[in-house]
């Protein structure tokens, strides 16, 4: 770690806290909202754009950002995005019109992206390699930590009514003098072995499955409420309440991901987490019983927190610092084109097989996608092993 005070780091917990799930903080919101502007033509999509708007805009702004962000400094980006965060988050609790409100949430959407970009540029600047793996364990667990934040808190503030739930955006308020003051930016002079990192192209694979990683978790969110409360007759706080318990195991797996990092490389707990995924989703399959829920939807979350904190470790791992910003704009990008992009690929499938159908065939798919790999990759170490002794030999 290059000095850095512990206040600092902290600063950085918090700013990862509120990036990754802060634009479904609106989702227990969406038909009161629908109710209010329901004179609108076409309303039922405006009321479902407010919600994904912003991943659109992310997926589709980050790798822009990200040369920004490397022009005018992590800082003064940060402490910029905060202060938009805020105002155009909170925007819903007085705009009158629907179109300003989607724009609001445009904006919204360019914010978390910037959040996201330093947060995950300034871990790579922060720490050495050997020292990623054990905070990012402890990132995304705040990153978990953010999501039951934004959404129970976004639930409690609907209750009262569908404006005040935009009010929680104003919590990145409480962050900016933090981050004003504590974000430390590190100048590190470029090295012939940056060089030999930044062409690198395994970073490439590295986005796409960052991508079917974030397409496969977002199932989650948007499949699982019509399945509890559509066919099993589910309350919205039994929905909620499991969808917490999921961000939960999501803070305990990214902590895991630290220790399992000390025994296998990046690609392989990569399949395990996938693997993790795939006895949930069969596990969500074949529950008949709505506290059984509770068992698979955690477990996914579980795995989710291992995948994600792999993942951004492993992208880390091939960058350097000239590149790391531009890098952790396409990552971003990828992340949330999975999620922006996950009800276009699979609710057609959803819609023909029906939802717990539809998880139970994805699991087998998954299973052996995890199987197959296994074998490539065993009789590829197998030939490099055999090559490497006739080398010696």
């Known amino acids: ?49 407010v919600l994904t708007l912003p991943s659109l805009v992310i ?10 962000i490397a022009k005018i400094g992590k800082k003064k980006a940060a402490t910029i995005a905060l202060i938009q965060f805020a105002i155009s988050g909170s925007a819903g609790l007085y705009l009158e019109s629907i179109n300003m409100i989607l724009l609001s949430r445009a904006v919204l959407g360019i914010m ?125 706080k039994f929905t909620g309440a499991i969808i917490a318990a999921t961000f939960v195991a999501n803070a305990i797996g990214a902590i895991i991901f630290a220790k399992l990092k000390g025994y296998f490389s990046f690609r392989t707990i990569f399949l395990i987490g996938l693997f993790i995924f795939a006895i949930g989703f069969m596990g969500l399959g074949l529950a008949n019983n709505l506290y059984l829920f509770f068992i698979p939807a955690p477990i996914m979350g ?29 990552f971003t990008s990828a992340l949330f084109f999975g999620q922006f992009a996950s009800p276009l690929i699979f609710q057609n499938i959803v819609n023909h097989l029906g939802i717990q159908n539809f998880f139970t065939n994805l699991s087998l798919i998954i299973a052996t996608v995890v199987f197959i790999s296994l074998i490539i990759f065993s009789l590829r170490n197998k030939e490099n092993l055999n090559i490497q002794t006739k080398q010696k030999g």
Do not use: C
């Open 59 to 68: 997926a589709l702004l980050a790798p822009f950002l990200g040369h920004l």
């Open 1 to 49: 770690m290059n000095n850095i005070k512990k206040l600092s780091i902290f600063t950085l917990l918090l700013l990862s806290m509120i990036t990754m799930m802060s634009n479904v903080a609106i989702v227990t919101a969406l038909p009161a909202l629908k109710s209010h502007f329901n004179d609108i033509d076409n309303i039922e999509f405006y009321s479902r754009l």
């Open 302 to 330: 579980f795995g989710a927190g291992i995948m994600l904190t792999n993942l951004t470790a492993w992208m880390l791992s091939y960058t350097s610092m000239q590149n790391r910003v531009k890098s952790s704009g396409y």
């Open 112 to 236: 978390i992206a910037v959040l996201m970009i330093v947060t995950t540029s300034l871990v790579g600047d922060y720490f050495k390699p050997e020292d990623r793996p054990k905070f990012m364990g402890l990132q995304n667990a705040f990153v978990g930590l953010g999501g039951i934040l934004f959404v129970v808190g976004g639930g409690f503030l609907s209750d009262i009514s569908w404006r005040d739930t935009f009010a929680i955006y104003l919590i990145s308020l409480l962050i900016l003098p933090l981050a004003f003051t504590q974000i430390k930016e590190i100048k590190i002079e470029p090295s012939k072995q940056d060089g030999d990192i930044q062409i690198n192209k395994g970073i490439y694979f590295i986005y796409f499955l960052a991508f079917v990683y974030m397409s496969l978790f977002f199932i989650l969110p948007t499949q699982m409420p019509f399945l509890l409360i559509g066919e099993f007759g589910a309350t919205g």
